[in-house]
């Protein structure tokens, strides 16, 4: 069991799925990078459930949605979570109902749903693929993310392994930056701003 650690639904518990395939971000991970993203729209000095609003979130490899549900606790809206198990998909949107908090819960592979339909563009993108997911992979799957689905000024997150090889970003994101929290890395991009 995990739980929402702020915000709107601050405490309130989420169910997780029963199998070992999935790893939801810890507690400390998730309380750090709420906060990086605040600080990084501006918002760091609001109060949890206004910390990320006005900005829209997707979540992908989102598992049981915590991530997702998280964001909209702080205020972040519309937000979009992506998982391919649809059992674990089904856990997501049933703690999407029981937290009463809108989230969107599509049950597709990532880099599948990422390549059809019409892209929306959102202010953060935020990546967990599992640990085995390949950096050849992942490389293609952040093309698709920066070329039709990060805004102009969006920022993406990546969760990895801290043994793993730090990810191949396109050239596009130019503004990096990395935070290790023991066994997690999480990597941060965006593109040069212009002004």
Known sequence: MTRIIAGSAKG????????SDTRPTTDRVREAVFSAI??????????????????SFLDLFAGSAGVALEAVS????????????????????????????????????????LAGGAATRFDVVWADPPYAYDNDRLAALV???????????????LERSSRD?????PEAL??????????????????????
């Open 12 to 19: 309130h518990r989420l169910r997780t799925p029963a199998t």
């Open 38 to 55: 605040a600080d990084w729209a501006g918002t760091g000095g609001a109060g949890a459930e206004q910390m990320l609003a006005g900005l």
């Open 74 to 113: 702080r205020g972040a809206g519309p937000v979009t979570a992506v998982e391919s198990v649809p059992a674990v998909a089904a856990i997501a949107k049933d703690n999407a109902r029981t937290t009463r908090l809108a989230v969107t819960v599509v049950a597709a592979e990532a880099s599948k749903w």
């Open 143 to 157: 093309e698709l993310i920066e070329q039709r689905w990060l805004a102009e000024n969006g920022l993406l997150v």
């Open 165 to 169: 090889q730090p990810p191949v970003l």
């Open 174 to 195: 130019s503004v990096r930056w990395h935070r290790r929290y023991g066994e997690t890395t999480v990597y941060f991009a965006m593109k040069e701003d212009p002004c």
